[in-house]
């Protein structure tokens, strides 16, 4: 039998500084949020300053961060929640942050399977919460 690994978030991280956050090489589950002044120490995975919760399985955080980037500030496809970014906000992403969670400690078949259902379960209490998905969030 398989434990859970915690589900711990790095601190926020400045959207430009994104790469500098632990195990961004690594997949795993990350959150995006909005904040116009700096967020707060301690990230809380239901805040209301969200707008997107998204995992990579296959592959780096890194490379899923320039995806919605890509998507959310040049306009190319690639990532949905980049494309709704772009048409919500339309901007260059100065007030974003990124928290990501990388499980430790599982096999890789185990983590992708952990890796999924930890972003939907988040996806899900912060809708209970909030009454909606995150606004980015359309899957």
Not at 33 to 43: G, Y
């Amino acid at each position: 039998m398989t434990n859970e690994p915690p589900i711990r978030f790095t601190p926020w991280t400045h959207w430009p500084e994104r790469n500098r956050a632990k195990n961004a090489h690594l997949p795993g589950v990350y959150l995006i949020a909005r904040w116009e002044v700096a967020p707060p120490d301690k990230v809380d995975a239901l805040a209301q300053a969200i707008v997107y919760v998204g995992e990579i399985t296959e592959g780096s955080l890194m490379g899923r961060w320039q995806q919605f980037a890509r998507a959310a500030f040049e306009g190319k496809p690639g990532h949905a929640g980049g494309m709704k970014y772009r048409d919500i906000f339309g901007d260059e992403g100065d007030t974003l942050y990124v928290a990501a969670f990388v499980p430790e400690g599982l096999s890789r078949e185990m983590r992708s399977l952990y890796i999924r259902y930890v972003e939907r379960k988040l996806v899900w209490e912060w809708a209970r919460r909030w009454g909606d998905a995150p606004l980015c969030n359309t899957k």
